[in-house]
């Protein structure tokens, strides 16, 4: 038989981590949209966009390189996915600039040794499930609705900020992920903390910070009688999920809070088994919770 064509066809940017210590937001995403039959085809040669450090150190190098990638991902039609909000965050910003500045546009094009198009649209994975795909689609797509689940839609800085840069919604009150989980059966929180930094950039640099911030976060999650946390950043999930251990040692609170990325309970509404979505992949182990709410 011959496999049916895909509704929707995207390159896809998958970056650093996705590749490394966020395989299972790859894996996942590319299972949630081989069942939901939107393509995906990876940005050839591909390379790192520079996030996070390289636009603290020198503008020009962190434009080269998102704009390069651009370039590259010119070769696979369709619009470009990214599933990272660091990587979202910075390929939206290089657009953005080089769009608004000639000269700098002239500088990156010597640098790359190439002409910069910045027509190809940008679009985090949330944007093509809420409105390439549509949320009726989508809540039609699952098989396994995550009914009875309470899940904290954590969007942290880069998904809205600036606004002016990834235009995905509005920027202080934005209700794309809490609407995209709602498709599927799920029930968003309403909490204070979904748009905190979790101090990503402080990881290595200043422990405390994170601890004290990504700590809050959790804290906050818990006070709204989360079961859980959704996110759509590799960094922002190293914190709250690696580092919980860590964060309920210095706060002397037990959370046992599983942080799932959008794609791995998107995925498992969707039908796709759990042994596809990396779920044993994550440190606080998010089975007893399933089983609990009978979805796995």
Known sequence: MTPSKPVLSYSYYPGCSLHASAKEYDESTRELFRVLKIGLKEVPDWFCCGATPAHNVDELLSLALCAKNLVLAEQVEGDMAVACASCFSRLKTAQHRLGEDEEKRRQVEYAIDGKFDKSKPVKHLLEILAKDYGLEQLAAAAKKPLAGLKVACYYGCLLTRPPEVPELDCVEAPTIMERVIAAVGAEPVSWSHRLECCGANFTLSRPGVVIKLSGDILASAREAGADCVMVACPLCHGNLDIRQQEIEEATGRRFNM???????????????????????SMIVDPLPLLKKKNLF
């Not at 990325?261 to 596809?276: C, E, I, N, R």
């Open 258 to 280: 599983p942080i799932f990325y959008m794609t791995q309970l998107l995925g498992l509404a969707a039908g796709v088994p759990p042994g596809k979505l990396g779920l044993d």
